[in-house]
């Protein structure tokens, strides 16, 4: 996707900064031993601290991958990718949220007087029954949903389809949400907010939500 590949240039772009060797091919185990040291020194943007080993190794993976570009497509002699050890990490916790939270949660959009609450309870309903990625999510659209047989088709990565089912809750959501649509717009959600635009034209496409929006929709409702 777009955004893997601009990920993969912004990775190797730091390795571009340290002082990497002027030819691929001088890339040595020194090499990494030094950029492993240079990156531990490096500080987030956000919290002004250390990176992370999870996040040093985010930068180790994309190298390794330009390595295995190299030795593969371009027939270079350069480091084996298998050379570049990642660094140990402890494991990741785990943070669930209660029977409680979840009522709580997918409770609180009733609570709301906002005229896009329908939706928004549509939309968390569907993320906890289905397991849906937030960017699938979004590619849903109305037709993709069989009320009849609560499933729904789901274009995950690689544009590979898959089927869910709606939990009864689920789907008495989405119908009601649907009830207040009076649009022809083909996704499954709308936003409400931000410049109009030729729904006839782009059959509502420039309506879409974003991965973005419904982030700031669960962390309303979160808080």
């Not at 990775?11 to 031993?33: G, K």
């Not at 999510?137 to 869910?164: A, Q, W």
Request: hydrophobic letters at 40%; one cysteine or more; aromatic letters at 8%.
């Amino acid at each position: 996707s777009l955004n893997t590949v601009e990920n993969y240039r912004r990775q190797l772009d730091v390795f571009l900064r340290f002082n990497a060797p002027a030819s691929v091919e001088d890339i040595s185990v020194d090499t990494i031993r030094a950029y492993k040291l240079f990156l531990r020194r490096q500080t987030s943007r956000q919290k002004g601290q250390n990176l992370k080993s999870t996040t040093i190794n985010v930068y180790l993976i994309a190298l390794r991958g330009f390595l295995r570009y190299l030795a593969v497509q371009e027939a270079l002699e350069v480091l084996p990718p298998q050379k570049i050890e990642l660094l140990k990490t402890g494991d990741r916790p785990i943070k669930v949220l209660t029977d409680e939270q979840v009522e709580e949660l997918l409770a609180a959009p009733k609570e709301s007087k906002k005229p896009q609450a329908t939706r928004d309870r549509a939309i968390l309903e569907l993320l906890f029954s289905t397991g849906a990625r937030v960017s699938e999510l979004t590619r849903l659209n109305r037709d993709h949903v069989n009320f009849k047989t609560r499933e729904m088709s789901i274009f995950g990565k690689r544009r590979k389809i898959r089927v869910v089912f709606l939990t009864d809750a689920a789907a008495d959501a989405l119908s009601e949400y649907l009830k207040t649509r009076k649009d022809a717009c083909k996704p499954l959600f709308l936003r409400t907010a931000g410049p109009k635009t030729d729904v006839i034209a782009d059959a509502g496409e420039g309506l879409r939500l974003t991965p973005r929006s419904i982030w700031n929709i669960v962390h309303h409702y979160a808080l």
